[in-house]
Structures are given as structure tokens and as C-alpha cells.
């Protein structure tokens, strides 16, 4: 069986046209919303892998339902999707530790590779909202490129692609496990904290300088 998924949208078409889409390819579709609260209900409630919310809502938010999952330790994926690309959004997204972030013109066509991504315990981005966000990187982001060897910058520069780490492993012809322990020394020598995304948030923020 697929994660279990909660989905909330006001718009009853897109929140209709997402759940036959997903319970097309079998996924396993528990409850559904039209308002934010009872979308954070339903997440308290049924406590589902995933929850797939439509940013701006009535009543809560798609940020403050991750807000309010995040202060109650509620374990659940969050995927935003959004017609916002503004970067201060964007960066709300990231402290809430948002899994997926996709744009909502491009929410059927991207979302199971989100959810796959997610799954897998990747973060995900859409590719179209990276020309939007400011580039942030230092020259201690430059100064940091240089602890690194080139298999670990060739995987950053695949993690900055979405690649899962089954998918680098085959591209370099390694194990995941490999790829896995890669990552780990990656995180440890940028001193990411260890936070889930923040390798794949460097990764894209700063995939320009590398």
C-alpha cells in the first residue's frame, strides 16, 4: 500500500481533479478538505504520511497548518502547492522543514515525482521557482566548495537536480548506500546542521557556484 494522503484545496475543482488523479495511480487517498482547518483536523486525526495542502486557504494556511504540525511534533510530509513565487514565502516554507513546494499550474504533471521524492524522504522543488529566488550564497559557501572531493560535488550537483540517492547511485555506478554516507559527509563538512532539507536547500541556492 502507497503513503496514506490528506489533501486540501478551496478550489473544489483542483481539490476533485487531484484526488481521482492520485487514486488513479493508487494512492491511498484519506481524507480531503476545502479549509485549512479542517485539513489540520484531518492530519490530527488520521495523522497520514503525506499531507498535499493548497497554501492560502480559509481559516489556516497551508504555512500555518505546517506551523502548527511543527509545535505539536505531528510527524506528517507537507507538500504546499502554491501559485506564489515570492522568496520570502519560499523561505517561511523552509523553517516550517515543507517537504515539497510545487507550483500549482504544474501540480498534476509534478506532483508523484513530489511525492516520491517525499517519500523517499527528499525534499522537492519545482524547478520552474528557482529563477525566482534570490541567489544567497557567500564567500563562505564558495570557501566550503573546496573541503569537498569531486564525487561529493558531483553529488550536490545531482541532489540540486531532485535526484533521489537511487537515482545518483546509478548515474555514479554506486551503491545508495554509498551515495547515503556521501551525503552524510557532505552535510558534516558545510556544517548543515543535519537539518532533513538542508542539503537540498544549499544545493539549489547555490548550485551556480558549483
Request: proline share 3%; charged share 30%.
Amino acid at each position: 500500500m502507497k503513503s496514506s494522503i490528506v489533501i486540501a484545496d478551496d478550489h473544489p475543482l483542483m481539490l476533485k481533479g487531484m484526488t481521482n488523479y492520485l487514486t488513479s495511480l493508487n494512492y491511498n487517498i484519506v481524507g480531503s478538505a476545502t479549509d485549512g482547518r479542517s485539513a489540520y483536523n484531518l492530519i490530527v486525526k488520521l495523522k497520514p504520511k503525506i499531507a498535499i495542502l493548497d497554501i492560502r486557504m480559509p481559516h489556516m494556511t497551508g504555512l500555518e497548518i505546517a506551523a502548527e504540525c511543527k509545535k505539536n511534533d505531528i510527524y506528517t510530509k507537507i507538500i504546499l502547492i502554491t501559485f506564489d513565487k515570492r522568496q520570502d514565502v519560499y523561505e517561511k516554507a523552509k523553517e516550517l522543514n515543507i517537504y515539497g513546494y510545487i507550483l500549482k499550474e504544474f501540480a498534476v504533471e509534478e506532483i508523484e515525482n513530489c511525492i516520491e521524492s517525499v517519500t523517499n524522504n527528499e525534499p522537492y522543488l519545482s524547478k520552474e521557482l528557482l529563477p525566482n529566488l534570490e541567489k544567497s550564497y557567500t564567500k563562505s559557501d564558495i570557501t566550503a566548495l573546496n573541503k569537498l572531493t569531486k564525487t561529493e560535488i558531483k553529488i550536490i550537483k545531482y541532489i540540486a537536480e531532485n535526484k533521489t540517492s537511487p537515482e545518483i547511485a546509478d548515474e555514479l555506478l554506486i551503491s545508495s548506500r554509498t551515495v547515503d554516507k556521501h551525503r552524510s559527509n557532505i552535510v558534516n563538512k558545510l556544517k548543515l546542521n543535519g537539518k532533513h532539507n538542508g542539503l537540498f536547500i544549499w544545493a539549489t541556492e547555490n548550485k551556480d557556484i558549483f
